[in-house]
């Protein structure tokens, strides 16, 4: 009976999503503001769960919030907004470090993507709801777990997890669409019910089920390096247990901004889904991001990626990667406001562009630990006011057998950068206590080429040959003894005669 229920308010939901005019369809949602520049930059709106961008029902939210509320609703988000804006960034408290911008958003950070050097942080690691940017993570495990080309099946179950508000693109329970059209939806239109269908077919694929694909987000972000962060679902809509870090963040992103396909949806403006097998009309959704718009004001030239997100309890998120020809670097924002995001990350940005430069490690001097960096372009970032001197290293062990290892140079605590390096001989030994470690590696290779039958044919061969020989030396032995004792005789009878033949003679 129940299943029956449950079928039928999926078929009804599918219906409503059908007939809904465009705006709706493809998620126009709310902010969490009644200002226009709110409108304009929010992306994934939501009363309490995430929903896509727009400016006509954004009109209409903030025009009811100002109905119901008065003024009550814009002033306390006013002064969670000022509250924000003078926490000073931890990053700030650095000796020598030039003083950053303050944000709006209550937690952030700048990251070089290669060296994972921290350059800017403000509450990096406080735990915080993501919302819609979840949809790195997905799109991250999904790139590594699947195929363009594979099918994506929309489930009853993807549309049964959606709410009034939630960003969509109409899919209908039984449509197919591609891996490929699938990652668009989830990272352009931010498509609430794609992004559990896409949970659920590569889940299968791995082997399982939805919940594997839940599994795999939490496994792979504690892969990363990721601390505070635990996922429950793969689209962001709100859950109490659903929470990260601007951090844990910032290494997602690192990490999904090494695909060439991310590189290329994020980056672009418009994309359509044509006709399916079970609806004849495309379905066409543009760039939500506005710092990659060209034709917006937020527009960045050196931004290269990024996603947005928003739910009343999340208030705004957003990440964004930018290159300037020189340094890749990742920024996130957290409980940001409306178009305040975007004037935060830009900022954030030219701070980090204008301040640091890299340091090649291999002008330094080596420390003594080391035997030589894996990428000889190997750097961290510092900005003028901080010498390498001025540096801790902290050195991991990653593969005794093979002498690597992983350096993290710090100042004060702060992460400057990190590189791969293969270690010192005896510096392993003195960690480990095991032997150098190319000669290990070489035994090992050398026992490994020979097979236990092999070694006890050898063996085997080795017993009779040393027979062999003993045997013979043996036979050679009694063979020369032998001729001793004729000799002897012949001379005992020659002795015998002539002695017989003097006698005669006397």
Request: aromatic share 8%; glycine share 8%; hydrophobic share 35%.
């Amino acid at each position: 009976m129940k299943k029956g229920v449950k079928k039928l308010l999926s078929v009804v939901l599918a219906a409503v999503m059908i007939l809904s005019p465009a705006a709706t369809v493809f998620a126009e949602g709310e902010s969490d503001s009644g200002t226009a520049a709110d409108a304009a930059a929010q992306t994934d709106g939501g009363t309490g769960t995430d929903t896509g961008a727009g400016t006509d029902a954004q009109a209409q939210t903030d025009a009811q919030a100002q109905t119901d509320t008065g003024t009550a609703e814009p002033l306390d988000r006013e002064t969670e907004r000022q509250n924000g804006y003078a926490m000073i960034p931890d990053t700030n408290n650095l000796t020598g470090w030039p003083a950053g911008p303050q944000t709006y958003g209550h937690a952030a950070i700048v990251m070089d993507m290669n060296s994972g050097a921290i350059v800017y942080g403000k509450n990096i690691n406080e735990k915080r709801y993501p919302a819609s940017i979840t949809k790195l993570l997905t799109a991250l495990v999904a790139l590594g777990n699947s195929s363009l080309t594979d099918q994506v099946t929309i489930t009853e179950d993807s549309i049964s997890c959606l709410t009034r508000g939630d960003a969509h693109i109409g899919m209908q329970p039984g449509e197919i669409i591609s891996m490929e059209d699938a990652l668009y939806a989830l990272l352009l239109a931010s498509a609430n019910e794609v992004a559990h269908a896409i949970a659920e077919t590569v889940g299968k694929e791995m082997g399982g089920d939805y919940n594997t694909f839940i599994q795999a987000m939490n496994d792979k972000a504690q892969e990363l390096g990721c601390t505070n962060s635990h996922w429950v679902n793969p689209n962001g809509l709100h859950d109490d247990q659903h929470y990260t870090t601007a951090h844990d963040m910032a290494l997602i992103a690192a990490a999904v901004y090494q695909y060439d396909e991310f590189r290329k949806i994020t980056q672009t403006m418009s994309y359509t889904i044509g006709p399916t097998n079970l609806v004849n009309e495309s379905r066409t959704f543009q760039q939500k991001h506005m710092m990659l718009a060209s034709w917006d004001e937020d527009y960045y030239e050196y931004a290269t990626g990024g996603k947005t997100g928003y739910t009343d309890k999340s208030r705004t998120t957003l990440v964004t990667m930018a290159d300037n020809g020189e340094l890749e670097l990742a920024a996130v924002v957290l409980y940001d406001f409306g178009a305040d995001a975007y004037a935060d990350t830009r900022a954030m940005f030219e701070y980090a562009f204008n301040n640091f430069s890299k340091v090649m490690l291999k002008d330094q001097e080596k420390p003594e630990e080391i035997a030589s960096y894996s990428d000889e372009d190997a750097y961290v970032l510092l900005p003028a006011g901080v010498s390498f001197s001025a540096l801790k290293k902290n050195i991991t062990v990653k593969d005794a057998s093979q002498g690597s290892g992983t350096v993290t140079y710090t100042y004060e605590g702060q992460n400057v950068g990190s590189a791969d390096v293969v270690l010192a001989s005896d510096y392993v030994t003195s960690v480990t206590g095991k032997t150098d470690p190319d000669t290990a590696a070489q035994s090992e290779k050398e026992d490994q080429g020979f097979p236990l039958w092999a070694k006890i044919l050898i063996g085997c061969a080795a017993g009779v040959v040393v027979v062999f020989a003993a045997l013979t030396g043996f036979l050679l032995y009694r063979r020369q003894k032998r001729r001793r004792m004729r000799r002897r005789r012949k001379q005992r009878r020659r002795s015998q005669t002539r002695s017989r033949s003097h006698q005669r003679r006397r």
